[in-house]
């Protein structure tokens, strides 16, 4: 059994549908990127993992069914979730944002304060500026850092690399392989940035206007013409 397993999800805001018939699964241990252009419907598949659009289909996690789950449940459940634009509380300290994510899983504060700040001093060089002062990769790192202080088993980051320096976007690529290699943990990314995602995943779905256009191997996709031409131009 696949640690996520989505079938045949469908997602819809009010009358308008985002995602058509959307199947995926993801094994433990794995990290799987969804590449796509803006507006492909690649938040709404996490927001719709999260339990927060209106759904009909199956995703289930280690064989849970999450669909008619609310959002906190499916935190406690093991998802972290790093939205897209970071979302922190502007004018708290970076220390609390942080605490913000510990609310289900407070018998691990300090073990997962240590993973964090291991991954990212920054965080705890700042730990006591608020977050409307830092960086833009700053503050991605902290929307990480707090989406790992649920203790999670499997970590959705939606585009972290929107807006930040190529040297930053680096930084956050071998804090989240290293965080895969020593911890295990299972990673899904999101990605406009195509090449950034080509460096992390072992394998990636394509999504277009809702749907699954194609999946495979980096190698897999580097040898698809089409592919080539509209993700790279060549
Ligand atoms: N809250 C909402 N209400 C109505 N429609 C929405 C809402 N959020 C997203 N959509 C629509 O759903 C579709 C998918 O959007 P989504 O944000 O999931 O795409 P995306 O791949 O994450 O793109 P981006 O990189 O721009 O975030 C788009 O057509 C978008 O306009």
């Given at each position: 059994m696949a640690l996520l397993e989505i079938e045949n999800l469908n997602a819809f805001y009010g009358m308008a549908q985002s995602l058509h018939d959307v199947s995926l699964s993801v094994e433990e241990g794995e990290i799987v990127g969804i590449i796509g252009p803006n507006g492909a419907g690649k938040s709404t598949l996490f927001d719709s993992i999260m339990g927060m659009t209106r759904t009909t289909g199956s995703i289930r996690l280690n064989g849970t069914e999450l669909t008619r789950m609310q959002p906190a449940a499916i935190v406690r459940l093991g998802i972290g979730y790093a939205p897209e634009r970071a979302h922190l509380f502007p004018y708290m300290s970076v220390r609390d944002n942080l605490l913000v994510g510990a609310y289900t899983s407070r018998d691990r504060i300090e073990a997962n304060l240590k993973l964090v700040h291991e991954l990212f001093p920054v965080l705890l060089e700042r730990r006591n500026q608020e977050t409307s002062t830092q960086s833009g990769g700053e503050r991605q790192m902290a929307?990480?850092?707090?989406?790992?202080?649920?203790?999670?088993?499997?970590?959705?980051?939606?585009?972290?690399?929107?807006?930040?320096?190529?040297?930053?976007?680096?930084?956050?690529?071998?804090?989240?392989?290293?965080?895969?290699?020593?911890?295990?943990?299972?990673?899904?990314?999101?990605?406009?940035?195509?090449?950034?995602?080509?460096?992390?995943?072992?394998?990636?779905?394509?999504?277009?206007?809702?749907?699954i256009r194609t999946r495979g191997t980096v190698e897999e996709l580097r040898s698809d013409e089409e592919l080539n031409r509209a993700y790279f131009g060549q």
């Open positions: 929307s990480l850092g707090r989406a790992l202080m649920t203790s999670p088993m499997l970590l959705l980051v939606d585009e972290p690399t929107i807006g930040l320096a190529p040297k930053v976007c680096l930084d956050i690529a071998a804090a989240l392989r290293k965080l895969n290699r020593e911890t295990g943990l299972t990673i899904v990314i999101t990605e406009q940035n195509v090449n950034f995602a080509m460096t992390l995943a072992n394998y990636l779905h394509v999504l277009e206007t809702g749907e």
